[in-house]
Protein backbone atom coordinates (compact mmCIF):
# COMPACT_ATOMS: atom_id res chain seq x y z
CA UNK A 1 0.00 0.00 0.00
CA UNK A 2 1.45 2.92 -1.22
CA UNK A 3 1.50 6.56 1.04
CA UNK A 4 0.09 8.53 -1.54
CA UNK A 5 -3.09 9.74 0.52
CA UNK A 6 -3.63 13.06 1.74
CA UNK A 7 -5.54 14.46 5.10
CA UNK A 8 -7.16 17.80 5.51
CA UNK A 9 -3.91 18.58 7.71
CA UNK A 10 -1.70 18.07 4.90
CA UNK A 11 -0.09 14.48 5.87
CA UNK A 12 0.42 11.86 3.53
CA UNK A 13 -0.38 8.96 4.57
CA UNK A 14 -0.98 5.02 3.78
CA UNK A 15 -4.66 3.96 3.62
CA UNK A 16 -6.65 1.47 0.94
CA UNK A 17 -9.52 4.12 0.25
CA UNK A 18 -9.46 5.75 -3.13
CA UNK A 19 -9.83 9.47 -3.58
CA UNK A 20 -11.56 11.19 -6.26
CA UNK A 21 -8.78 13.91 -7.18
CA UNK A 22 -5.35 13.61 -7.99
CA UNK A 23 -2.83 16.09 -6.84
CA UNK A 24 0.80 17.77 -7.13
CA UNK A 25 3.63 19.10 -4.92
CA UNK A 26 6.69 17.63 -7.15
CA UNK A 27 8.39 14.75 -6.91
CA UNK A 28 8.19 13.32 -3.38
CA UNK A 29 9.19 9.66 -3.41
CA UNK A 30 12.63 7.93 -3.89
CA UNK A 31 13.28 4.73 -5.89
CA UNK A 32 11.72 2.46 -3.69
CA UNK A 33 8.24 4.71 -3.75
CA UNK A 34 8.57 6.32 -0.30
CA UNK A 35 7.82 9.73 0.22
CA UNK A 36 11.60 11.54 1.25
CA UNK A 37 9.93 15.11 1.39
CA UNK A 38 6.24 16.52 2.37
CA UNK A 39 6.89 18.87 -0.98
CA UNK A 40 9.25 20.00 -3.53
CA UNK A 41 7.16 22.70 -4.86
CA UNK A 42 5.73 25.87 -3.81
CA UNK A 43 2.28 25.10 -6.47
CA UNK A 44 0.19 22.39 -4.73
CA UNK A 45 -2.49 21.56 -7.34
CA UNK A 46 -5.16 19.55 -7.42
CA UNK A 47 -5.94 17.50 -10.69
CA UNK A 48 -8.58 15.44 -12.52
CA UNK A 49 -8.25 11.44 -12.24
CA UNK A 50 -8.50 11.46 -16.09
CA UNK A 51 -7.38 13.60 -18.59
CA UNK A 52 -7.25 13.43 -22.62
CA UNK A 53 -7.06 9.74 -22.14
CA UNK A 54 -3.18 9.86 -20.64
CA UNK A 55 -2.16 6.83 -18.44
CA UNK A 56 0.72 7.03 -15.72
CA UNK A 57 2.94 4.82 -13.60
CA UNK A 58 2.38 5.59 -10.23
CA UNK A 59 5.65 6.93 -8.37
CA UNK A 60 7.45 6.51 -11.78
CA UNK A 61 11.19 6.87 -11.55
CA UNK A 62 12.04 11.25 -11.73
CA UNK A 63 8.57 12.18 -12.19
CA UNK A 64 6.11 14.06 -9.80
CA UNK A 65 4.19 12.13 -7.19
CA UNK A 66 1.18 11.26 -7.41
CA UNK A 67 -1.16 12.23 -4.44
CA UNK A 68 -5.02 11.58 -4.08
CA UNK A 69 -8.01 13.55 -1.72
CA UNK A 70 -11.30 12.10 -0.71
CA UNK A 71 -12.68 15.06 -2.26
CA UNK A 72 -12.11 18.94 -3.59
CA UNK A 73 -12.15 20.35 0.10
CA UNK A 74 -9.91 17.80 1.21
CA UNK A 75 -7.25 19.48 -0.97
CA UNK A 76 -7.93 22.45 -0.30
CA UNK A 77 -7.64 22.55 3.57
CA UNK A 78 -4.18 20.35 2.71
CA UNK A 79 -3.24 23.93 1.10
CA UNK A 80 -3.76 22.63 -2.70
CA UNK A 81 -5.57 24.61 -5.65
CA UNK A 82 -6.73 23.67 -8.74
CA UNK A 83 -4.58 22.72 -11.62
CA UNK A 84 -4.11 25.24 -14.74
CA UNK A 85 -3.82 22.79 -17.19
CA UNK A 86 -6.57 19.84 -16.32
CA UNK A 87 -9.25 22.18 -14.42
CA UNK A 88 -8.56 25.06 -16.63
CA UNK A 89 -12.08 26.26 -15.68
CA UNK A 90 -12.20 26.05 -12.34
CA UNK A 91 -8.63 27.55 -11.83
CA UNK A 92 -10.10 30.88 -13.58
CA UNK A 93 -12.89 30.54 -11.41
CA UNK A 94 -10.72 29.67 -8.20
CA UNK A 95 -8.34 32.60 -8.93
CA UNK A 96 -11.09 34.83 -9.50
CA UNK A 97 -12.88 34.14 -6.39
CA UNK A 98 -9.56 34.12 -4.42
CA UNK A 99 -8.44 37.94 -5.61
CA UNK A 100 -12.08 38.73 -5.23
CA UNK A 101 -12.09 37.51 -1.76
CA UNK A 102 -8.51 39.00 -0.71
CA UNK A 103 -8.29 42.40 -1.61
CA UNK A 104 -5.65 43.38 0.77
CA UNK A 105 -3.00 42.04 -1.80
CA UNK A 106 -4.01 44.00 -4.50
CA UNK A 107 -3.94 41.31 -7.01
CA UNK A 108 -5.21 41.56 -10.48
CA UNK A 109 -6.16 39.22 -13.27
CA UNK A 110 -2.83 39.68 -14.86
CA UNK A 111 -1.30 38.39 -11.57
CA UNK A 112 0.55 35.40 -11.66
CA UNK A 113 -0.47 32.24 -10.12
CA UNK A 114 2.73 32.30 -8.52
CA UNK A 115 2.47 35.32 -6.22
CA UNK A 116 -0.80 33.29 -5.11
CA UNK A 117 0.76 30.28 -4.25
CA UNK A 118 3.89 32.19 -2.55
CA UNK A 119 0.49 33.15 0.18
CA UNK A 120 -0.89 29.44 -0.13
CA UNK A 121 2.26 28.22 0.64
CA UNK A 122 2.87 30.34 3.90
CA UNK A 123 -0.31 29.75 5.15
CA UNK A 124 -0.60 25.87 4.78
CA UNK A 125 3.10 24.93 6.14
CA UNK A 126 6.00 26.43 8.70
CA UNK A 127 9.33 26.52 7.72
CA UNK A 128 9.62 23.75 10.23
CA UNK A 129 7.15 22.04 8.27
CA UNK A 130 4.32 22.16 9.84
CA UNK A 131 0.78 22.25 9.18
CA UNK A 132 -0.17 26.15 10.05
CA UNK A 133 -3.75 26.74 11.62
CA UNK A 134 -4.92 29.98 13.09
CA UNK A 135 -8.15 30.83 15.38
CA UNK A 136 -11.18 32.53 14.49
CA UNK A 137 -14.94 32.65 15.38
CA UNK A 138 -16.65 29.94 14.53
CA UNK A 139 -19.93 31.97 12.91
CA UNK A 140 -20.42 32.72 9.46
CA UNK A 141 -17.49 30.09 7.97
CA UNK A 142 -18.22 28.93 4.29
CA UNK A 143 -19.73 25.62 3.62
CA UNK A 144 -16.32 23.29 2.61
CA UNK A 145 -13.94 24.98 5.30
CA UNK A 146 -12.33 22.77 7.68
CA UNK A 147 -11.81 22.64 11.66
CA UNK A 148 -9.81 21.11 14.03
CA UNK A 149 -11.16 19.32 17.08
CA UNK A 150 -8.73 17.49 19.72
CA UNK A 151 -6.92 17.43 16.90
CA UNK A 152 -9.15 16.05 14.30
CA UNK A 153 -10.14 17.51 10.96
CA UNK A 154 -14.00 17.87 10.77
CA UNK A 155 -15.76 19.35 7.57
CA UNK A 156 -18.24 22.05 7.98
CA UNK A 157 -21.30 21.84 5.77
CA UNK A 158 -24.50 23.44 6.59
CA UNK A 159 -23.97 24.76 10.04
CA UNK A 160 -23.09 21.23 11.19
CA UNK A 161 -19.30 19.22 11.56
CA UNK A 162 -18.43 16.12 10.32
CA UNK A 163 -15.22 14.14 11.12
CA UNK A 164 -13.49 13.33 8.25
CA UNK A 165 -12.15 9.79 7.81
CA UNK A 166 -10.08 8.59 4.29
CA UNK A 167 -13.14 6.89 3.52
CA UNK A 168 -15.62 9.41 3.99
CA UNK A 169 -17.56 11.71 6.96
CA UNK A 170 -19.49 10.70 10.33
CA UNK A 171 -22.47 11.78 10.89
CA UNK A 172 -23.07 14.97 11.38
CA UNK A 173 -23.09 16.94 14.48
CA UNK A 174 -23.96 20.78 15.90
CA UNK A 175 -21.47 23.32 15.13
CA UNK A 176 -19.36 23.85 18.54
CA UNK A 177 -20.76 26.82 20.60
CA UNK A 178 -17.35 27.88 22.19
CA UNK A 179 -16.62 31.57 20.43
CA UNK A 180 -13.45 30.50 18.41
CA UNK A 181 -12.68 27.10 16.56
CA UNK A 182 -9.04 26.14 15.03
CA UNK A 183 -8.66 26.39 11.13
CA UNK A 184 -6.96 24.05 8.95
CA UNK A 185 -8.38 25.41 5.85
CA UNK A 186 -6.11 28.47 4.68
CA UNK A 187 -7.38 31.77 5.53
CA UNK A 188 -6.82 32.98 1.65
CA UNK A 189 -9.07 29.84 0.16
CA UNK A 190 -11.82 30.75 2.70
CA UNK A 191 -11.50 33.59 1.91
CA UNK A 192 -12.52 32.68 -2.04
CA UNK A 193 -15.35 30.44 -0.42
CA UNK A 194 -17.05 33.40 0.54
CA UNK A 195 -15.90 35.14 -2.39
CA UNK A 196 -18.04 32.56 -4.88
CA UNK A 197 -15.98 29.66 -5.41
CA UNK A 198 -17.94 26.67 -3.51
CA UNK A 199 -15.65 23.34 -3.49
CA UNK A 200 -16.97 19.59 -4.43
CA UNK A 201 -18.01 17.60 -1.75
CA UNK A 202 -18.09 14.01 -1.16
CA UNK A 203 -20.55 13.28 2.25
CA UNK A 204 -21.40 9.87 1.06
CA UNK A 205 -19.63 6.80 2.21
Request: overall charge positive.
Amino acid sequence: MLQNRVDPQGNIIRTSARGAWMGNRGQLHGKGKEILRPFKLQAWITCLLQFKGWHRQVMAPNLYTELFFLDEATAFAAGHRPCAECRREDYKRFKLCWIKGNPVYGFTEKTSIREIDQVLHAERIDKQGNKVTFETRGEDLPDGTFIQLDNKPYLLMHNQIFMWTPYGYETGQPLPSSSAVTLLTPKSTINAFRAGYAPQITLEK
